[in-house]
């Protein structure tokens, strides 16, 4: 489990030949409870090596027949090696045994449209969007492959269910524009009347839940969304994010971390009252939970209850979260409600940790000053 650790370590730091290593020598040791063939795949795939992310893969399909998602990989990671005839042929033998199955129909018709076999391709969307009337995607290949056959009015009618399913979709709303302008152009008669999406993130419900499921199992996956800078992210991606973790806490209510969790969203989001009732929560249900303790010193600090964020970063210390950045925190407030000598001892010990604490001795060289 360490070799898998680092592995996953490296793979997320880009190093992908000392990941692939890492995890080679974790599976000849006898892991089998961690997906390594997925991440062996991921490694070769990142070098762009297809052919031994192929390899992997059909060993792991071999062994799992019945894992669909599996199959739909290899398919592409060999097209994406060249070998398009042995792709389409995994994911027809696939249909075989599971015909039933829309996603495989979908796949399959986009490997055929990169083969410019547009009439088979048409087919299997057609197949798709009967198997699964929600299947935004299979409507828009669907309407493409009408457009190349020059069936403008077609297309606009796929297209026009694809962008209902799916407002928000700036791509999806060109691509009507243009079926449209194309069907008035060859003597259609055209009337639009656009979905215009909701004011309120609702996100798709089987998507919340699901999202929620890896929430409610890595709550670290928001650490990770909440770690991109402001400028890159839409507010709207931020209340989605609210919306799932609700769902994962009304399935976990006493989950300390996703209250906490919860509360770095409502933050980002500007609402630091419900932040603030957030951490409480989930200092409430584990008083030694840190990070909610600090959360909490830093929002409490930011709405002039110094006295409240004191209180909080003390105990957070006491819990547990003796580092440099949170005696420096303390020695912040110590400072600015004119307790020097408090402000001192939190510097120092700040200064204890990390002797190379810049912002620390500038500070407790002041105080001395």
Request: glycine content about 6%; overall charge negative.
């Amino acid at each position: 489990m360490q070799y898998v650790r680092r592995g996953i370590c490296l793979l997320n730091a880009g190093s992908f030949e000392k990941a692939a290593h890492e995890f080679q020598t974790a599976e000849r040791l006898g892991c089998t409870s961690t997906p390594l063939p997925s991440l062996l795949t991921a490694c070769y795939a990142a070098q762009k090596q297809y052919g031994k992310a192929a390899a992997q893969l059909k060993r792991s399909s071999r062994d799992h027949p019945e894992q669909v998602a599996m199959h739909i990989r290899l398919a592409h990671v060999l097209h994406e090696d060249g070998r398009c005839d042995e792709a389409v042929s995994v994911l027809r033998d696939c249909i075989a045994r599971s015909p039933e199955n829309a996603e495989l129909h979908y796949q399959l018709g986009t490997l055929l449209t990169d083969r410019d076999d547009y009439e088979e391709a048409e087919l299997r969307f057609v197949q798709a969007v009967n198997l699964d009337r929600q299947h935004t995607e299979a409507y828009v290949c669907l309407g493409l492959c009408c457009g190349v056959r020059q069936a403008p009015d077609e297309a606009l009618r796929h297209l026009r269910r694809a962008q209902a399913r799916r407002p928000r979709d700036a791509r999806i709303g060109k691509l009507v524009a243009l079926a449209a302008k194309a069907a008035s152009d060859a003597g259609y008669k055209v009337g639009i009347c656009a979905t215009m999406p909701d004011d309120e993130i609702a996100g798709d419900p089987q998507g919340v839940e699901a999202l929620a499921g890896v929430i409610e199992n890595d709550p670290e996956f928001i650490g990770a969304i909440l770690s991109i800078p402001v400028d890159r992210v839409h507010e709207q991606l931020f209340a989605l994010m609210l919306k799932t973790i609700q769902v994962a806490l009304e399935r976990q209510p006493e989950h300390a971390e996703l209250h906490y969790h919860c509360g770095r969203v409502l933050a980002r989001l500007g609402r630091r009252d419900d932040a603030i009732h957030a951490n409480e929560k989930a200092v409430a249900i584990d008083p030694k939970c840190v990070n909610a303790l600090v959360e909490l010193g830093r929002l409490y600090q930011e709405t002039d209850r110094y006295a409240d964020a004191a209180d909080r970063l003390e105990q957070a210390i006491d819990a547990g979260a003796a580092y440099a950045d949170v005696y420096f925190m303390l020695g912040n407030l110590y400072r600015d409600r004119g307790d020097c000598e408090q402000a001192r001892k939190a510097y120092v010990g700040a200064l204890r940790i990390n002797k190379q604490y810049g912002d620390a001795k500038k500070a407790l060289d002041a105080l001395s000053g």
